[in-house]
């Protein structure tokens, strides 16, 4: 079967004309408060054997500022995505209980720095993660391709990355519903590109 691949990633002036990818609305998305909810999202979780994965932080404006990040993980099956708050300290043994399980695999992009500081803030070392980078590297890219980019090559969508709401303050206690869609869909998008790659024999299924 050919790949579905081009054989170039295609440039900024082509992604701006596509149609919008259609990403996770609102009510497929979960923000997980309490001890409650986090073991419920968690036996939600668990039914898979990947979920797209990010991470947001406060962004830093001067040099050798901390951002004290990160303030948001993100988890996402192809249907839902679970978003915690690092400040609902009672949600998040189910979020690290998740990223330390060697049985699910956690998917996403250019993830070294998002593992850095999750081990700089909470101590933990996530287990079973596959960064797409790497995944698009074997089939021969040699540049680093992003979220962005990989949608627009497999789907021929243009994913939103506003650039205002990257940069937005993820340390809020309360969360504005574009920042919300914003790390839904991150978690989202990579989840969908790791499927594409695996029904299109590109990537082996994780175990």
Not at 36 to 50: G, P
Not at 155 to 182: D, P, V
Request: contains cysteine.
């Amino acid at each position: 079967m050919p790949s579905p691949l081009p054989l170039t990633p295609p440039d900024k002036t082509h992604i701006a004309t596509l149609p919008p990818f259609a990403g996770l609305t609102l009510d497929h998305i979960t923000v997980v408060r309490c001890r409650d909810s986090a073991e419920a999202a968690l036996q939600e979780m668990q039914q898979h054997q990947a979920l797209g994965f990010d991470t947001e932080s406060r962004p830093t404006f001067h040099k050798g500022q901390n951002s004290e990040g990160p303030h948001v993980l993100q988890f996402s099956s192809l249907d839902r995505a679970w978003l915690f708050q690092s400040h609902y300290h009672d949600s998040l043994p189910a979020a690290f209980e998740l990223l330390q399980s060697p049985h699910i695999a956690k998917v996403g992009f250019g993830l070294k720095s998002d593992l850095g500081h999750l081990g700089s803030r909470f101590g933990i070392v996530p287990q079973h993660i596959i960064d797409l980078d790497r995944s698009f590297r074997a089939q021969g890219y040699r540049q680093q391709i992003g979220a962005k980019t990989a949608i627009a090559m497999l789907f021929g969508q243009k994913l939103a990355k506003s650039k205002h709401i990257s940069t937005s303050n993820w340390a809020s206690k309360e969360l504005a519903e574009r920042q919300l869609l914003y790390a839904a869909n991150d978690a989202y998008a990579a989840i969908c590109v790791h499927q594409a790659l695996l029904d299109a024999g590109l990537v082996h299924a994780p175990v």
